[in-house]
């Protein structure tokens, strides 16, 4: 018995970093301008395709057809490489393009090497820091921790046309 509620005793205090983390995902504001919830801080995919924000992530990725021959050549040019994806839940900049960049990673298959990180409308993130975020979306692409370049706003060509670019430079 003595065995069995230090067993517990340990598996309690190994779980709580778990639920704080967690916690620390996801989490709302009211937007001062619409009254609408937003998400703001270290976000997480399933955060943007649930209750909330699901509606316009599903419209949008859905709809998007990434080309394969350009996915195919970023599948193989991805080592090392990792993203980090600021946007706002209230953008529609935001919401039409990063469920499009989803879509294009989802094709890439096996790449999950990203961070997102939603932002109010002062472009900020409690406890986050943003390096140089005057418009979003904008998605920062890395290899090997040095910045390689980013995608911002809008893409020139298209989003796997312009992720490949970077990562040919």
Known sequence: MKHSISFFAILILFSLPCRAQQGDFNQTTTDPYTGK???VGKCSREGL????????????????????DTVELLRKKTSGVSVVIVMAT???????QVPRFFKILDAMDRFGNYSIICVNRDRKAAG?????????????????GKELG??????????????????TL
Not at 90 to 96: A, N
Request: proline letters at 5%.
């Open 49 to 68: 395709e649930g209750d909330l924000f699901g509606a316009f992530f599903k419209k949008s990725h859905d709809a998007y057809l990434p080309d394969k």
């Open 150 to 167: 980013r995608i911002i706003e809008k893409p020139v060509r298209s989003l796997e046309s312009d992720f490949l670019g970077l990562l």
């Open 37 to 39: 919830l937003m998400l």
């Open 90 to 96: 209230w953008c529609e900049d935001s919401q039409l």
């Open 128 to 144: 986050v820091v943003l390096d140089n975020i005057q418009n979003v979306p904008t998605i920062i692409i890395r290899r090997d």
